[in-house]
């Protein structure tokens, strides 16, 4: 199951939904690649669908950009077969840096992000619903 929070900065007007965790969508690769729109991302899960030693970890995730503060939520997936193994990321769509995931708490501040549009304010997670 997932949680989405609504992300508010203390000194502007941002806010944001996010979305974490998994649901009933993320039970197979073949599931997941149906949802999937990068072609390069979709190929690599239909090659890995291929070999019936593969195994994956797949959620919704919050990843911040460390150069400008850009948040995204986006697909976590990592893959592994006795042959290969993959773990996709993400560059940041505002100033193309290599973006890092970061974790949210129920209810609280985001302690490891600034705000990314005025970048001076605080950043608070308010849970508002589970998600499947």
């Known amino acids: 199951m997932g949680v989405a929070y609504k992300l508010e900065c203390d000194s502007c007007r941002y806010e944001s939904n996010m979305f974490v965790g998994i649901g009933f969508a993320y039970c197979s690769l073949e599931s997941i690649a149906s949802f999937v729109e990068d072609a390069e991302l979709k190929q690599r899960m239909l090659t890995f669908m291929k070999d019936s030693s593969t195994q994956y970890n797949a959620y919704d995730a919050v990843y911040v950009c460390p150069q400008c503060g850009g ?58 619903m589970d998600w499947d």
């Open 71 to 128: 948040l995204q939520n986006e697909l976590y997936i990592e893959m592994s077969s006795d042959s290969a193994q993959y773990k996709h990321t993400y560059n940041c769509k505002r100033c193309g840096t290599a973006m890092h995931e970061i974790q949210i708490e129920h209810n609280g501040p985001v302690d490891v992000v600034g705000c990314p549009d005025c970048r001076d304010g605080k950043l608070t997670a308010t849970f508002y």
